[in-house]
């Protein structure tokens, strides 16, 4: 599974996960997704079979209901619950764990066209 951070995410995260052997980018460290809008962030990730991982989940949600047969399928979209995940060094360090996890378990829903899925925490120890 291939991912691309969404904007609120620091390119830092997207080098985290590439450490743990995932393939990540983040919006922020690639010039031309900067400031792009969700549907076109859509389209320009199904060309490129990332899924997306974002915590807009209200605007990517009112866009796939509304926009399905302008869009087409998409080749996924993460939803990060921000308060399981929140933007401290702790969280981010959660936040790679639990998408190393569902990288690595590779559910196979993930690979259908249009998947929807809500990261969850990675099981404890």
């Known amino acids: 599974m291939r991912l691309l951070l969404d904007e609120h995410y620091l390119a830092r995260l997207a080098e985290r996960l590439r450490g743990l052997g995932c393939d ?9 997704l900067r400031g792009a809008t969700d549907a076109d962030l859509l389209r320009r990730m199904r060309a490129e079979g990332r899924v997306i991982v974002t ?9 796939l ?5 302008d869009l087409g399928d998409h080749a996924g979209l993460v939803l990060v619950v921000p308060g399981r995940f929140p933007r401290t060094p702790a969280g981010l360090e959660a936040l790679a764990a ?5 990288v690595a378990a590779a559910p196979a829903e993930a690979g259908v066209p249009g998947w929807v899925g809500w990261l969850r925490p990675p099981p404890g120890p």
């Open 55 to 63: 915590e807009d989940r209200g605007d990517f949600g009112r866009l």
């Open 24 to 32: 990540a980018s983040a919006v922020q460290e690639r010039p031309e």
């Open 65 to 69: 209901k509304r926009c399905h047969d």
């Open 98 to 102: 639990a998408l190393h996890a569902l």
